[in-house]
């Protein structure tokens, strides 16, 4: 909200401090308790909340921006809505891993992040145009935006000057972007051109500053030091990043309930839910993989509600695509472990999880060649090897389920229902409680869920229900699954990246070409014999592991599930098969058996570690011919 230019110095500032009386709900917006209105209607200026503007993908649009690594580019920005009255946002965010030149200053990935934002009024007519103010302003590593422009009387919108050198940039408006344009030279809008400005003279434009058409820099300009500020007081205060753009939950080792604390906000986990998606995939090359995404209500249809038709002979697999996130997991007292996860990498401490593909059923060997397919029984009685040889028939970069994606499964139960326990039905988590048994029924019952949690009949067994979670169909009953990434050496667990190489240790792992290699959790299961047990207690650390290190819970305390342990070199196993009951769960783990076990309730999912490149349902359909 802003005021007419008659305001000055402390009058604005009076004016600013009278916002703190300003109060908005979903269905409210007040000011002293008395009900405001806009153009005859109950209104709230802003219906959507920031964190879901910026997490919504149809809010934004990419641009690459060319040019010299040391130069600052202008950028006109137009918006759909023109209403000189109502106020506009405008973010530019740019993430950490993003297409970025080597500049001074990068993070140690190479590369640089910012999330600059904007309130304003984008058409200028009647001079509410020069009115911007600048509401976020991150920039902690290379300097990546120096300048804006209000649209007056020949233009509208804005331009804002962004760093080049072949750098890539997200545009994020609660509007609708109707245009944007950029030249590597003069930018022409209107009646007015505007020019680059070089890196070693952008503080000589608005000293510094990022908005010279808004209020007085005193009060107006968000300080410029990497962190994020909110306005309180006349003043501008540190804000709290993660209670923003990260949503959080605690396994609290010093209590039996199996009821989590949550925290942050809310719409960072729906979003992250709602991009894990069924979807049809098919190697495309060596390195990538083709995918296209099922209707989200019914698997067996294209999102036009088209029929599918897949054919196993061609590769093509269900599959569920898991997006990239980031996740990092703090010991907030003794036994207290909050794990905070986001869309973005908020501090150097937020672990990345890329995106990738898991099966989205059981597997099933196809004359050799490891499938996701309905309507099939999954393969059991083969060793690891075996499931991975067959798996990378596919290509060299398809593998079996590894130890992240086991820990994402458990991450995202954690966070999305609050609670450890999946395998007691439960009325308020959907997805709880299945019953397939391991040598009966086919895959394929949850198809008609699409990627809706929930459970349904399974297929070809009466009476009994498969589930779906995250878009996977019995992700922790059914059978047990063989992961890799994970060697168990005496209670010891040692996890990495690049492919399965069972009985190795850390050095061993290193010659065989193993990547991201490291010892599991704060602490390690003393496993100087054989046994297993409720879980009481996980080797959180940093990374925010599912490693057991402490067995003395039940099926309604603490983990709800299981773990067996060994001995000398084991590998791992996740899930739990039928006749385990209630000591399945998406934390049970079993590290008894060595590399050599096979055995007819143990299987596996496909996987896929390289490049996803996502297609709709009619080119797809074209390389199907």
Request: one cysteine or more; hydrophobic letters at 30%.
């Amino acid at each position: 909200m802003f005021y007419n230019s008659k305001y000055k110095g402390e009058d604005i500032e009076q004016k600013l401090d009278e916002l703190q009386n300003v109060s908005i709900t979903q269905d409210e917006f007040k000011y002293l308790e008395n009900d405001i209105y806009h153009a005859g209607n109950r209104g709230d200026i802003f219906p959507t909340s920031r964190s879901l503007i910026l997490s919504n993908p149809n809010n934004r649009q990419e641009i690459i921006i060319e040019g010299d690594k040391d130069t600052f580019y202008p950028v006109h920005i137009t918006f759909k809505e023109l209403n000189s009255q109502l106020p506009i946002r405008c973010w530019v965010v740019k993430y950490l891993g993003s297409l970025s030149p080597d500049w001074e200053g990068n993070h140690s990935t190479g590369s640089s992040s910012c999330i600059v934002g904007w309130e304003f009024r984008a058409s200028g007519w009647d001079g509410n145009g020069a009115t911007i103010e600048t509401i976020q302003n991150v920039q902690p590593y290379a300097k990546l935006v120096c300048r804006v422009e209000p649209g007056f009387y020949s233009w509208n919108g804005l331009v804002v000057w962004l760093r080049g050198g072949t750098a890539s940039y997200s545009i994020i408006t609660d509007s609708g972007i109707k245009s944007i344009e950029y030249t590597n030279s003069f930018l022409t809008v209107g009646d007015d051109a505007f020019k680059p400005i070089q890196r070693a003279n952008c503080n000589d434009h608005n000293g510094g500053d990022l908005s010279i058409h808004s209020l007085p820099a005193k009060v107006n300009e968000a300080p410029n030091d990497g962190k994020m500020y909110i306005r309180k007081n006349k003043s501008w205060i540190e804000a709290d990043m993660e209670s923003t753009m990260a949503y959080w939950y605690e396994n609290n080792e010093n209590q039996s309930t199996t009821v989590l604390n949550t925290g942050g906000n809310r719409d960072v986990i729906e979003s992250l839910r709602s991009k894990f998606k069924r979807c049809i995939a098919k190697p495309y090359g060596e390195d990538a993989a083709l995918i296209s995404f099922c209707n989200e209500t019914n698997s067996n249809v294209w999102p036009d509600g088209s029929q599918m038709t897949i054919d196993g002979g061609r590769k093509e697999n269900r599959m569920t695509y898991f997006p990239k996130y980031y996740h990092k997991t703090v010991e907030m007292s003794s036994g207290v472990w909050r794990t905070y996860i986001s869309e973005m990498q908020l501090d150097d401490d937020y672990i990345e999880e890329p995106e990738m593909l898991l099966s989205t059923f059981e597997a099933f060997n196809n004359n050799g060649v490891l499938y996701s397919g309905s309507g099939v029984t999954s393969t059991a009685s083969q060793t690891i090897a075996t499931f991975v040889t067959q798996a990378k028939a596919n290509g060299p970069l398809w593998g079996i389920g590894d130890y992240r994606s086991h820990a994402t499964i458990a991450r995202m139960f954690c966070a999305y229902y609050g609670n450890t326990n999946i395998s007691t039905s439960n009325s308020s988590i959907p997805c709880s409680g299945g019953t397939k048994r391991w040598d009966q029924g086919k895959t394929g019952g949850t198809l008609s869920l699409g990627n809706v949690d929930g459970k349904a009949p399974v297929n070809g067994d009466t009476g009994y229900y498969s589930t779906n979670f995250l878009g996977l169909e019995d992700c922790y009953y059914s059978k047990w699954e063989f992961v890799q990434g994970a060697n168990a050496i005496s209670g010891k667990w040692i996890v990495y990246d690049g492919g399965s190489f069972p009985d190795k240790d850390v050095a061993d792992l290193e010659a065989a070409g193993a990547t991201n290699i490291r010892i599991a959790g704060n602490a390690v299961y003393d496993a100087s014999t054989n046994g297993g047990g409720w879980t009481k207690k996980m080797s959180h650390g940093r990374y925010g592991d599912v490693v057991p290190t402490r067995i003395g819970g039940s099926d309604s305390a603490y983990y709800t599930d299981c773990y067996w342990f060994n001995t000398g070199n084991r590998i791992v196993l996740r899930s739990g098969h039928s006749d385990n009951g209630s000591r399945c769960g998406v934390f049970v783990a079993n590290a008894y058996y060595s590399s050599s076990y096979s055995w007819p309730d143990v299987g596996s999912r496909l996987a896929f570690y390289g490049k996803i490149v996502v297609v709709d349902s009619d080119d797809f359909k074209k390389t199907q011919n």
